[in-house]
């Protein structure tokens, strides 16, 4: 398991119909299932994953409580996917040309599903992929709601909670996009609540190694391009020079162009 402190998570029913589900869930996370009428046990978890008609995280009890959700009607990013072309990942994956060819994007890296959803919601098909069991079914269960509210971007995104490496896509991919862990011994301020969460339930998953296996990968899958989301002074993923760099305050989108580099 993963976490920086002692970190007791354990898994809860909402009620008996989501029992199921949740001894599922925790077996697959690895960690116990925690019944709601244990009310010492539910009090000693320091992460409680709830699952009922959506799966939700909370941490701390009382006022410090906090809850953590995927939600892709949210504000911040729905104002995120009314910015369009300006945003800077739509101009890194190259969307914001009139007559661009890119089809299909690989979200290898899909974290909360912030990015996927605004490349989905510009048009293109995504496939996101998440490796950790929790963070993917935050993702799914968020992904359901979306398409439950009938939200148009949702039928263009397709989830896999799996290795992106181990992944093999049954279309061809134009853009693979990474947006890799912060990496051990290396945090940064996190940008929201849930980021902050993702970096502490991840911190020592992802190694350095791993990520250049990623981006190997994603040179091999993708057609046209390989975008990779740094840090603004961080060095970039690979060796190998970026064919371009689109720059933010606080971060900057390194670009890799491949052989069909028309996109
Ligand atoms: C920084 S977060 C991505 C945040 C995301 N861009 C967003 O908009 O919410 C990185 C995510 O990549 C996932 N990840 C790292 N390596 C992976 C791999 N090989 N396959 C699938 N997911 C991976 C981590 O579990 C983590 O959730």
Request: net charge neutral; with cysteine; glycine share 6%.
């Amino acid at each position: 398991m993963s976490c920086t402190t002692p970190c007791r998570i354990g898994v809860l029913a909402e009620d008996s119909r989501y029992a199921e589900v949740a001894d599922e869930l925790a077996r697959h996370i690895g960690v116990v299932a925690v019944r709601a009428e244990d009310e010492r046990l539910v009090h000693e978890v320091s992460l409680r994953v709830v699952v009922g008609p959506e799966i939700c995280v909370y941490s701390g009890h009382g006022r410090n409580e906090r809850r953590i959700a995927v939600d892709f009607s949210a504000p911040a990013l729905q104002q995120r996917v009314q910015t369009g072309s300006k945003d800077l990942l739509i101009r890194a994956c190259g969307l914001h040309k009139e007559n661009h060819r890119v089809r299909r994007v690989m979200d290898a890296t899909a974290g909360f599903g912030n990015d996927a959803w605004v490349l989905a919601a510009a048009g293109v098909e995504v496939i996101a992929a998440e490796q950790d069991p929790l963070v993917g079914a935050l993702l799914r269960s968020a992904l359901n709601r979306a398409r439950s509210q009938g939200l148009a971007a949702s039928e263009r995104l397709t989830l896999y909670v799996g290795d992106a490496k181990e992944l093999n896509a049954p279309e061809p991919i134009d853009v693979v996009y990474l947006d890799p862990m912060f990496s051990a011994g290396r945090r940064k301020a996190a940008s929201s609540k849930s980021m902050s969460f993702l970096q502490d339930w991840l911190h020592d998953k992802y190694s350095e190694q791993d990520q250049q296996a990623l981006f190997e990968r994603a040179c091999d899958v993708a057609l046209a391009r390989v975008v990779v989301k740094r840090s603004a002074k961080a060095e970039p993923l690979s060796s190998y020079p970026p064919t371009f760099q689109i720059k933010g305050k606080t971060h900057r989108f390194d670009v890799y162009q491949l052989g069909n580099g028309s996109a």
